[in-house]
């Protein structure tokens, strides 16, 4: 129980730094968290970033963002794709 409260409330403090980062000063840096490798030093954002280069897609200051907690954002993207692709009226939280 524990595990899941410090897991949720590090993805909702992940998830407010990437809301706010938007309206960071024009010039100014955008994030206080300090940049990724590139290409990524760890395994599980390793896959995670080439499998979505891989299928055409770019990777994202939120895909970024997540990097930093490798596990959570592993998490995050089963839970995305099983709403997108396995949900009883496919497709619908998308559009």
């Known amino acids: 129980m524990e595990k899941t409260v410090a897991c949720a409330t590090a993805l909702a403090l992940m ?5 706010t980062a938007g309206f960071a000063a024009e010039g100014g840096k955008v994030s206080r968290l300090p940049a990724l490798a590139e290409p990524p030093t760890d395994p599980i954002n390793r896959e995670l970033f080439e499998e979505t280069k891989r299928r ?3 990777i ?3 895909h ?3 990097g930093h907690a490798p596990q959570i954002a592993k998490a995050m993207r089963g839970m995305t794709y099983a709403l997108r692709y396995d ?3 496919h497709g619908c939280c998308v559009r």
Request: net charge positive.
């Open 15 to 19: 998830i407010a730094s990437v809301t």
């Open 56 to 58: 055409g897609g770019q």
């Open 60 to 62: 994202l200051n939120l």
């Open 64 to 66: 970024r963002t997540l």
């Open 87 to 89: 949900s009883i009226r």
